[in-house]
């Protein structure tokens, strides 16, 4: 069993930059894709950002490109998302998650979930 615990969100304002973490035990993810999602109250939960099991490869929504950065640390099985000029619609509750095979959509083929992060950006 994996357990997925993500860290780093909070209240900011627009423009402001923010840094998640997501932890894994349980298991070695190295061989894992890892993908972040978000979620909105009221909206379904959407695919942000993806790195492969290397690192060599990553997938990007197109709403958070040239703004987002994933990043992983096979050695200490964490996954990171830089968030840079954050806007009032990036608020939502922010999910990490590991898939046997991917790293971009869809949302069906990721097996473990954290419990997510909340993010709020203020105008």
């Known amino acids: 069993q994996v357990q997925l615990v993500e860290s780093g969100g909070g209240l900011v304002q627009a423009g402001d930059s923010l840094r998640l973490s997501c932890a894994a035990s349980?298991?070695?993810?190295?061989?894992?894709?890892m993908a972040w999602f978000r979620q909105a109250p009221g909206k379904e939960r959407e695919f942000v950002a993806g790195?492969?099991?290397?690192?060599?490869?990553?997938y990007y929504a197109d709403s958070v490109k040239g703004r987002f950065t994933i990043s992983r640390d096979n050695a200490k099985n964490t996954v990171y998302l830089q968030m840079n000029s954050l806007k009032p619609e990036d608020t939502a509750v922010y999910y990490c998650?590991?898939?046997?095979?991917?790293?971009?959509?869809?949302?069906?083929?990721?097996?473990?979930w954290g419990q997510g992060t909340q993010v709020t950006v203020s105008s």
């Open positions: 998650a590991a898939s046997a095979s991917r790293w971009s959509p869809p949302l069906s083929e990721y097996d473990y």
């Open positions: 790195i492969r099991s290397s690192g060599g490869s990553t």
């Open positions: 349980g298991r070695r993810l190295s061989s894992a894709g």
